[in-house]
Each structure stands twice: as C-alpha cells, then as structure tokens.
C-alpha cells in the first residue's frame, strides 16, 4: 500500500501564498502521474492541478497562472508533488488532497491513491 502524507496548508490573507507538499510513504514501481485536487464541505472534489511523467503539467481554469505544481524523487525513495499557490483568493478555501496513480510492482496494476488532505483557508 501507499500512504500519501500532504502538508503546508493554514490560514492566508487574501493575496497572499502558501506552499503545499504531499510525499509518498514508498518508493513504486512507476508513477503515472502526482496531482492535487481540492474539496469544499457539500460540493464534489474538483480538479486543479497534475504532474504527469508522460505529458506536460495542466492546471484547473481557476488556478491557472497563480498556482504551480512540481515533484521530484518520483523514481525514488518517498516521491513528493508540491503546489506552491500565489495572489490566494477566498474562493480558493478548501480541503486539498494529494492523488497519486501508478504501479507499486510490475505485476500490480495501475492503482489510485489519496490522502486525507489539508486545510487551506483564506481570509481577511
């Protein structure tokens, strides 16, 4: 198994930043990709950023030029995704969640993971 550990999040003024990390507890096989998605109390979890190994990185219309996603170790030891998020606004207060798809072993499968999130709140 794989436990996703994400950190970073608080409370911002309006305008301001904050820098998000999430680590994998494990070295796998292969990492497809390494996103981040956040949720609201009553609404769906909703997209906002992805690093995937194949493909260029892509960004929810929303966060679009204020956020920035990157990663390293993804073949490695404790595979780590950040969000590094700027010009914070109060629509943006939400529960984050790392998401990670890949290959823990050759033969496993392509398999989802999540973690429990972290509270970013945006306020004067």
């Known amino acids: 198994q794989v436990q996703l550990v994400e950190s970073g999040g608080g409370l911002v003024q309006p305008g301001g930043s904050l820098r998000l990390s999430c680590t994998a507890s494990?070295?796998?096989?292969?990492?497809?990709?390494m996103s981040w998605y956040r949720q609201v109390p009553g609404k769906q979890r909703e997209f906002v950023a992805i690093?995937?190994?194949?493909?260029?990185?892509?960004?929810?219309d929303a966060v679009k030029g204020r956020f920035t996603i990157s990663g390293e170790n993804f073949d490695k030891f404790q595979p780590t995704v950040v969000l590094h998020m700027n010009n914070l606004r109060p629509e943006d207060t939400a529960v984050y969640h790392c998401n990670l798809e890949g290959w823990i072993t050759e033969v496993s499968g392509r398999q989802n993971y999540w973690g429990n999130g972290t509270l970013v709140t945006v306020s004067a």
């Open positions: 690093m995937d190994v194949l493909g260029p990185t892509n960004y929810s």
């Open positions: 494990r070295r796998l096989f292969s990492i497809a990709s």
